[in-house]
């Protein structure tokens, strides 16, 4: 099936809206959708065809979303890539591509670039690599269709307003930074880019401009840090990435700050449930072993299994209203003397905890009871607590075989780029 490309249709509908807000400039549709023309016939001055993968290198600016969309443009799936990985994993990720843009894209056009004014929503749009936070990290083809249909279903959850100004600070190299440029081109809407979380920045732009933001538990933690009180223009801040605490989201709410929590996967094209319940196009469902499997035109068609379905080796439940309750990673189960402890449910106790900004729980070898549960913390800023005080805080808040066994004390948690827990790293 074809479709307007997206861009072609906001440049021609609302030309003077503003696409972009970049550190180095403002760009509207029209120019943006003339800028992406100019990048896609020097791609292919460059000897880039249809179909050939482009890598994606720049900085979370002007420059990139020229280059994504001139990709998109004349249909050579985009492979955006994490400036901070080394030489080697770069060459490794890139190395099926026909180019890699390292800089600004200028020099020779070629004026019979085939740029096409469509896109067909089977053909691959994107290949965005998995976090990595229990094996390697893993290409996802993703089509022009599974972007479209995660930003109808996005739409659907959240609404979209003209005015609309989705603020991003998560990196453009993981599906959650992407989208954000992706889906405001469908809508039309604008993005406010930042190369990098700064949380004076962010609190300052979202206390004055933004309409949406998508943060971590632990960014949307330093937005509060950093005095974010009732934004006047704020209707959510989208928090996924890792399970968010109660307290934190109580803490959300008294600050007027509309919190909202997701749960997505590369493969799913970022958000599968929104707020709880699953995206309306797409279906969940709790597989054996509890874990959560997803279907739906959002998914990638090389990530589904052979039953149709998406495995995505996390645990969860759905509950009475039909939200899904995420419950952690299959492989993150700590077995206790026969009992199995959940890492989340710990952490969300001990992050309840004042003097708690935020803690991570792994099992280690026990020689008595098979395993035995660590929790490693990160204490406030200014705050103080002794190990202790928090076996003391949790001898009445859980089960006796799900209490910690040993504390740690950490001035932080080790984290990929798009701000997952490393639990892999503690646990060696």
Partial sequence: MLVESWLARAARTRPAAIALRAEDGVLRYGELHEAAIAAAQRLSALGVAPGDRVGIALPARRAFAETLHG????GAPAVPVDLRLRPAERRARTAD???????????????TAPISGTHDLDATASVVHTSGTTRG??????TYGNWLWSALGSAAALGVARDDAWLCTLPLSHVGGLSILVRSAIYATSVVLHERFDAEAAADEVATRATLVSVVPTTLARLL???LRHPPRLRAALVGGAPIAAALLQLAAAAGVPAVSTYGLTEACSQVTTGGPALFCTRVRIGPAREILVAGPTVAPGALDDDGWLHTGDEGAIDGAGNLVVTGRAGDTIITGGENVAPAEVEAVLESHPAVAEAAVHGAPDPEWGERVVATVVLRAGQTATEEELRSYCRVRLAGYMMPRVYRFSPQLPRTVSGKLLRRSLEE
């Fill in 97 to 111: 591509c026909a180019a890699l843009v390292c800089e600004p894209l200028e020099g020779l056009v070629d004026p």
């Fill in 137 to 142: 990290p893993r290409p996802v083809k993703l």
């Fill in 225 to 227: 840090d950093a005095g």
């Fill in 71 to 74: 990709c998109l443009l004349l």
